[in-house]
């Protein structure tokens, strides 16, 4: 017996509302047993970045070694990695073993919501060379994906679309770029996928902006992933009906885009910060919330 296990490879957040403590938050909360490799530490206050500090590679070489070769993994989560040294070691460290790491899920993390850069120029272009063909998964917001390709910030719809598709056929099977920042009414997030592209319409939440919206769909994404994986081992797929056939993806997608949808909307009034609002976090930890 053994619960859906997750490792998340991420920078250390201070304020926890993105980085690897919101993806421990997210795995407990969805019910899966959280390990992490720290790539970097940032200072972060609802106010903004004060500082991004990447770790010596060997360090992150080394928690990573420690958690792949000891623990059963279902899925990993590659969030944010601060340098290209960085980039290149969790990419040798995941080649080394690839088998280890059950699903891989990629959330390259290039900008903070404050503005601030969370990795280097060379760094982005090192995801991109020697990250994406070990992605399965890829999910990432309309800046990074512009970034990633060298191309302007998609626009419609369409663009969307021509972006996911060229950054499938970098390695990732599936692709979902997250449309926050495209306007309109609702929120659409693109997903590509081997049988097709889905639309996911959601109404906007047009109260307070939140941070690290995008760090908790990702590690969502990773913990449902998991699940299913554990389901899978133990042999009860036929119970959970839908999730376990060739739609899984987009059924756990659509699953997690709730879970932030609902987290997001629960903190809308939380007031946290000493004064002046800043960007808040989400609660990550609403299905705890027994009221
Ligand atoms: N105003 C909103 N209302 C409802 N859902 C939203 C809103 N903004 C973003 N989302 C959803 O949150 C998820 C993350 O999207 P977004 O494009 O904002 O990522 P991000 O820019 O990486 O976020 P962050 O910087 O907060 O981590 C997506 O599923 C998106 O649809
Ligand atoms: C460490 C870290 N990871 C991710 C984000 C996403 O915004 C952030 N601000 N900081």
Avoid at 4 to 18: C, F, Q
Avoid at 243 to 261: H, K, M, N, P
């Amino acid at each position: 017996m053994r619960p859906p296990l997750v490792l998340t490879i991420a920078g250390s957040e201070s304020d926890g509302a993105a980085g690897v403590q919101a993806d421990l938050k997210t795995f407990t909360a969805l019910g899966s047993y959280g390990a992490s490799a720290v790539t970097m530490v940032t200072s972060v206050s609802p106010r903004g970045v004060r500082s991004v500090h990447p770790l010596p590679r060997e360090v992150v070489r080394s928690q990573i070694d420690a958690v792949a070769e000891d623990l059963l993994l279902d899925a990993t989560k590659i969030g944010s990695l601060g340098s290209a040294a960085v980039v290149e070691e969790v990419a040798a460290a995941v080649r080394a073993h690839r088998d280890r790491f059950g699903v891989i899920v990629l959330d390259p993390v290039m900008v903070s919501a404050d503005g601030t850069a969370l990795i280097s120029a060379e760094g982005a272009a090192a995801v991109g060379t020697s990250l994406l063909p070990l992605a399965d998964v890829l999910s990432l917001n309309m800046a990074e994906a512009a970034q990633l390709l060298g191309r302007p910030l998609a626009t419609s719809i369409d663009e969307m679309r021509d972006q996911a598709l060229a950054l499938q056929a970098t390695g990732p099977d599936t692709v979902l770029i997250t449309g926050g920042r495209l306007p309109g009414e609702d929120v659409v997030d693109l997903l590509v996928h081997p049988g097709g592209t889905d639309l996911l319409r959601a109404e906007r939440i047009t109260g307070r902006r939140v941070r690290g919206a995008g760090t908790t769909l990702s590690a969502a994404i990773t913990a449902q992933v998991a699940r299913i994986a554990e389901f899978d081992r133990v042999g009860e797929l036929d119970e959970i009906g839908e999730a376990g056939t060739a739609d899984d993806l987009v059924t756990i997608v659509a699953s997690a885009r709730e879970f932030v949808a609902s987290a997001t909307e629960n903190a809308q009034d939380w007031r946290l910060t000493r004064g002046g609002d800043g960007y808040g976090p989400v609660n990550h930890l609403i299905t705890l919330d027994k009221d």
